[in-house]
Nanobody, 120 residues
C-alpha cells in the first residue's frame, strides 16, 4: 500500500510565491512519474508539471517559466515551486504518482488535493 501526503497551499497575493510538496510512503519499488495537476471551479483537471524517474520534466503551457517541479529521490517527495502567481492559478492542486509497488504492481495514485487561492 502506498500513501500520498500533500502539504502547502493557501492564500497568496498576485505576484507572490507558494510551494507545494507531496510525499509518497509505503511499499514502493520505484516512483516512475511524480507530478501535479490542478482543477479550477467549473474547469477540467489540467496538467501543471510532471517529472519522470529519469529526470525529464514537462510543464503546462500556462505555467512555463513561473513554476518549477523538483524531486527528492531519497525522500520520495515531489515539490512544486510557484512564482509570479496569478488569480487564474487559483485551483485545487493534486499530486499524481505512477508507482511500482513492492509487489511489482503498477499503480496510478492521486493525492487528496490542496487549495491554492491567488487573490488580493
Amino acid at each position: 500500500q502506498v500513501q500520498l501526503v500533500e502539504s502547502g497551499g493557501g492564500l497568496v497575493q498576485p505576484g507572490g510565491s507558494l510551494s507545494l510538496s507531496c510525499a509518497a510512503s509505503g511499499s514502493i519499488n520505484s516512483l516512475n512519474v511524480m507530478g501535479w495537476y490542478r482543477q479550477a471551479p467549473g474547469k477540467q483537471r489540467e496538467l501543471v508539471a510532471i517529472a519522470t524517474g529519469g529526470g525529464s520534466t514537462n510543464y503546462g503551457d500556462s505555467v512555463k517559466g513561473r513554476f518549477t517541479i523538483s524531486r527528492d529521490y531519497s525522500k520520495n517527495t515531489v515539490y512544486l515551486q510557484m512564482n509570479s502567481l496569478k488569480p487564474e492559478d487559483t485551483a485545487v492542486y493534486y499530486c499524481k504518482v505512477v508507482v511500482v509497488t513492492g509487489a511489482y504492481r503498477l499503480l496510478e495514485l492521486w493525492g487528496q488535493g490542496t487549495l491554492v487561492t491567488v487573490s488580493s
